[in-house]
């Protein structure tokens, strides 16, 4: 209940994934990723709920749909539209798109002090810490698998998205015929996403001490080196 | 697809070379970042033979979870922010905030004395904030972690020495760094660790004994090792915390052996003074099985570290055996307690 109102489950959900959201757009800014395009944003969900078994969290979504401008979650449309709108984020490069029925708009998002602030409130639960956690330790992998060779401090933004394209459940999916990319056919499957992090991370461990993140970023490095040769 | 089609083995096997990212709290991070950042600097200079730069010279590291968002004081008491790359090698003074991992690098300062920068923690920052002085001349950097109290902290700040030289790292190294560690920081309650791990309950006049006081310890063992170990790389498992209360460091360097690297883990305990002998014994036992479970195959020698803030210090006659059987270092390290009758050790939910 809200004062007299019930709760009912889709505005939980709602709750939910406007947290996801706000997280992952406090994360890329923690992990010094300049301000997110719309495109990236969606990508990095889709890897996002890929991956999220790996550090024992349920994704929100178990498909994305499909546009011809890569995986798109209306949910998260919605989102950045209350986020901006409360303050939370700041668009810029605000541009209309032609089509009604999916993207609407494009447009680079960023964190706005409000914003952080509100953030770090929801971090003061435990799930809230956990799936910051995850979704910033995604954001530094992501830093630091795109750093470019000659100097780790320059992010090399240009060929980011084409690394989270090489997501291997992204490319599962892509390869199916469905009209939606699937994440997990069933609640709870191991996506292949899982499957490359837990391959890497047997490997890594067998070697020397790793955290959950090293995995991540390695997860992408390797991403990044498909996508030079794709 | 199987586990094998994720990847091949090629590509597994170009993250042979792959190190782990600097660990623990996202504080615990930028501290190792300005240390990493001073001792490329000091070690450039060697190497062209320069001078070392004035006693005075300083740099400023301020910690801001997102600078480019919120610098985390008043923007108006510095100049327009410039952004700076970490490579450029250029830093060797002014104020710097910066992000975790140094992606972000904004100067608000060009010129800057360590007295100014004392200054300016003094009027300018508040005692939440993150904050590193690096006195460059001097190969030394004083952190002050989040909620430390500034004004206490400016009289006596923790003070760690930047070191450059490439030392030849042993258990028994690791071992005598760990006692004056112990001697400076946690060997009394007013010394530099210790003194932020006691709180005081005015309305009951006693001490309490503060929460995770493992992870405390650990926090500060980390940047004193990392200042310390130039060729080293200390790293904490950021994953283990709610998990039977491991709290480790590892310290692996490069060796001469097969597989070209060698570590030491440490395990770390804390004695409460309000927990049963029996309790803090099998606290200890843990600590020594955990040591144990702890190290792989590069490992040398595997320590457990008992901090003991007992009020009465007991001989516990079984943990030395069990830590010999199991072939871990055992270290107990007296802590010196508040000076009061009571001593109550405060228990606290976690939000869920």
């Known amino acids: 209940m809200i004062g007299d109102k019930p709760l009912f489950k889709k505005d939980y959900e709602k709750l939910q994934f406007l947290r996801w959201v706000l997280f992952l757009i406090t994360a890329a800014e923690a992990a010094g990723l300049p301000g997110m395009s ?81 953030s770090r409130l929801l971090r003061q639960t435990g799930t809230g810490e956990r799936m910051y956690k995850f979704l910033l330790d995604l954001c530094l992998g992501t830093a630091r698998a795109m750093a470019t060779h000659d100097s780790e401090a320059e992010f090399d933004d240009e060929n980011t998205d084409q690394m989270l394209a090489q997501d291997l459940t992204f490319r599962a999916a892509l390869a199916r015929s469905n009209k939606s990319l699937i994440i997990e056919e069933q609640v709870g499957d191991v996506t292949p996403t899982l499957k490359g992090l837990n391959s890497i991370d047997a490997y890594m461990r067998e070697r020397s001490f790793v955290n959950s993140k090293d995995v991540l970023a390695a997860y992408q490095t390797l991403l990044r080196d498909r996508s030079k040769v794709a | ?48 033979k320069e001078p070392a730069a004035p006693d005075a010279q300083a740099i400023l590291f301020i910690y801001a979870e997102a600078p480019m968002v919120d610098l985390g004081f008043d923007p108006a ?11 450029l090698g250029t830093l060797a003074q002014g104020i710097v905030v910066c992000n975790q991992n140094f992606k972000v690098m904004l100067k608000v300062r060009e010129l800057l004395t360590v007295e100014d920068a004392c200054d300016f923690a003094e009027n300018c920052l508040s005692t939440s904030v993150s904050f590193a002085i690096a006195k460059v001349g001097q190969y030394k950097m004083q952190i002050h972690r989040a909620f430390q109290d500034l004004d206490e902290w400016l009289d006596d700040p923790d003070e760690i020495p930047v070191n450059i030289d ?75 915390k ?47 099985e955990q040591a144990d479970s702890y190290r792989n195959a590069d490992t040398d020698a595997a320590f457990t570290c008992l901090f003991d803030a007992r009020k009465e210090k007991l001989e516990m006659p079984d943990l030395a055996p069990f830590a010999k059987s199991n072939d871990v270092v055992l270290k107990i390290y007296s802590m010196g307690l508040p000076p009061e009758a009571v001593v109550k050790s405060k228990v606290k939910a976690k939000a869920t």
């Open chain 2, 1 to 48: 697809m199987t586990v094998q089609e994720a990847f091949t083995d090629n590509e597994l096997g170009q993250l042979d070379d792959v190190d782990a990212a600097k660990s623990g709290s996202a504080e615990d991070q930028f501290f190792q970042e300005c240390t990493s950042l001073v001792r490329i600097w000091l070690q450039t200079r060697e190497l062209r």
């Open chain 2, 166 to 240: 490439d030392i030849h790292l042993t258990p028994e190294v690791i071992a005598d760094d760990l006692e004056r560690f112990h001697d400076a920081y946690l060997s009394t309650h007013l010394a530099r660790a210790a003194r932020h791990m006691w709180t005081y309950d005015e309305k009951k006049s006693v001490h309490r004994l503060g929460e995770r006081p493992e992870e405390h310890v650990q926090s500060f063992l980390l940047s004193h090792l990392d200042g310390l170990y130039g060729r080293a790389s200390v790293f904490v498992h950021e994953e283990v």
């Open chain 2, 242 to 288: 709610n998990k039977g209360g491991r709290t480790d460091i590892s310290i692996a360097r490069p060796s001469l052996g097969k597989s070209g690297k060698v570590n030491t883990v440490l395990e770390l305990k804390v004695l409460a003074p309000t927990n049963s002998p029996k309790a803090n014994n099998d606290w200890g036992m843990k600590g020594v």
């Open chain 2, 77 to 87: 008491t510095v100049d327009a922010p410039k952004k700076i790359r970490k490579k």
């Open chain 1, 38 to 118: 719309r495109s990236r944003l969606h990508a990095l969900l889709f890897v996002s709920f890929a991956s999220s078994r790996f550090y024992g969290l349920r994704p929100l979504r178990q498909r994305a749909q499909r546009t011809p401008h890569g995986p798109y979650y209306r949910a998260a449309h919605l989102t950045l539209g209350h986020l901006v709108f409360s303050g939370l984020v700041e668009v810029s490069e605000f541009k209309a798109h032609p089509s009604p029925k999916d993207l609407q708009f494009e447009g680079t998002f960023k964190l706005t002090k409000d914003g952080l602030m509100m």
